[in-house]
C-alpha cells in the first residue's frame, strides 16, 4: 500500500506544472503623440503596430511620447527625424465661393489683404502646417489681422463647410465634400520624431510606416 501511494505521489509531482515556468512576455508599448495637422496618419501607426505585436498608446504630452507626427520640418530641428509620407497642403474654399482656382502669388496677396466677402482662416503661427504655409506660401509677407483663428482642422472644416465666404488651410487627408480647393502646396514632409535614435519596438514601428 506504501508503494502505491509514494508511486501516486511521485506521478502527480511529474505532471505539476514546473515552478520555474513564466508566462509570455507582454507586449510593447508604444507612446505616440500627433500635431491636429499630423492626426489622419495616426490610422497607419495604429495598422503598424498591430503588425509588428506593439501597443500604441496615444499621449496628450510631445515630450512624455515616444514618437511624434507632424507634417514639415520644424523651424529647429534638434532631434532624430523619420519621413514616413508626403502630405499636399490645399486652400480650401465653400462650394457657393465666388473664388476660383489662384496662383500662389494670388493666395499671398488674399492672405495678406483679405478681400470683398472673403473671411480668412488660419491657425496659430506655431502650428505645424501653419509653419509651411508661412514658409512656403506667405514667403515673408504678413497675414492679415482680420484673418480669423482656427485651433484645430476640424474647426477648419466646420467654419469651410459653414460659410461661403470662408478661405482656409488643410491638409489633403483632412478635406471632406463638398468643399473645394483653389490651390495646392504639394508635397509637404510627414515625420516621425523621437527624442534619440530608435531602438527596439520604436525602431520597427518607423520602418513599418516608411514601406
Known amino acids: 500500500m506504501k508503494r502505491a501511494l509514494l508511486f501516486l505521489f511521485v506521478l502527480l509531482t511529474a505532471c505539476a506544472p514546473s515552478p520555474t515556468t513564466s508566462l509570455a512576455d507582454p507586449p510593447p508599448v508604444v507612446s505616440v503623440s500627433s500635431s491636429p495637422a ?17 501597443v500604441i498608446r496615444l ?15 520644424p523651424e529647429t530641428l534638434d532631434a532624430p ?13 465653400h462650394p457657393q465661393s465666388a473664388l476660383g482656382e489662384l496662383t500662389a502669388d494670388e493666395v499671398r496677396r488674399l492672405f495678406a489683404e483679405g478681400g470683398e466677402n472673403v473671411e480668412v ?3 496659430a503661427s506655431s502650428a505645424d502646417i501653419q509653419e509651411i504655409f508661412t514658409r512656403e506660401v506667405m514667403q515673408g509677407t504678413q497675414i492679415t489681422s482680420r484673418a480669423r483663428l482656427a485651433l ?7 467654419s469651410l ?10 491638409p489633403r487627408r483632412w478635406l471632406r465634400e463638398p468643399l473645394r480647393t483653389i490651390f495646392s502646396l ?17 525602431r520597427e514601428l518607423i520602418a513599418c510606416l516608411q514601406k
Request: hydrophobic share 50%; aromatic share 6%.
Open 121 to 123: 482662416w488660419v491657425y
Open 152 to 158: 484645430h482642422p476640424e474647426q477648419m472644416l466646420e
Open 186 to 202: 504639394s508635397d509637404a514632409p510627414v515625420l516621425a520624431l523621437t527624442a534619440a535614435e530608435p531602438q527596439g519596438a520604436v
Open 59 to 73: 499621449s496628450v504630452s510631445q515630450s512624455a511620447a515616444d514618437l511624434r507626427l507632424r507634417l514639415g520640418e
Open 161 to 170: 463647410k459653414n460659410d461661403n465666404r470662408a478661405v482656409g488651410i488643410l
Open 81 to 93: 527625424a523619420f519621413q514616413i509620407g508626403m502630405e499636399d497642403l490645399l486652400v480650401v474654399t
Open 38 to 54: 499630423a492626426e489622419p496618419w495616426l490610422e497607419d501607426v495604429y495598422a503598424c503596430g498591430a503588425e509588428i505585436s506593439a
